[in-house]
Nanobody, 126 residues
Framework: QVQLVESGGGLVQAGGSLRLSCAISGRAGGSLGMGWFRQAPGKEREIVAAISWTGTMTYSADSVKGRSTISRDNTKNTVVLQMNSLKPEDTAVYYC???????????????????WGQGTQVTVSS
């Protein structure tokens, strides 16, 4: 079983930055592809970014491309989403997710992911 715990959310002014972290624990039984999703009130949960186990493959949604970076440190079992130039429309609960995958692959869809964290609130004020 894999446990995921997000941290780093909060209230920030538009144009500011946040660094979201996901701590991974437990036994996966294989390599984990990781993703960050977000869900705003009244909206579907959507992918923000994803990264392969090796870190060589990454994905960023168009809505955050150029403003966010996903990275991981497998020695520390952490995945980080750095978000810059934040906008009010980035306001959402951000979730970390994990999926057992071959080491160089990533998953793009919510339904693909096996494990989820509880989420961390990000609020961007205008």
């Amino acid at each position: 079983q894999v446990q995921l715990v997000e941290s780093g959310g909060g209230l920030v002014q538009a144009g500011g930055s946040l660094r979201l972290s996901c701590a991974i624990s437990g036994r996966a039984g294989g390599s984990l592809g990781m993703g960050w999703f977000r869900q705003a009130p009244g909206k579907e949960r959507e992918i923000v970014a994803a990264i392969s186990w090796t870190g060589t493959m990454t994905y960023s949604a168009d809505s955050v491309k150029g403003r966010s970076t996903i990275s991981r440190d497998n020695t520390k079992n952490t995945v980080v989403l750095q978000m810059n130039s934040l906008k009010p429309e980035d306001t959402a609960v951000y979730y970390c997710a994990a999926k057992l995958l071959p080491s160089s692959l990533i998953a793009y869809y919510r339904i693909d992911y096996d494990y989820w964290g509880q989420g961390t609130q990000v609020t961007v004020s205008s």
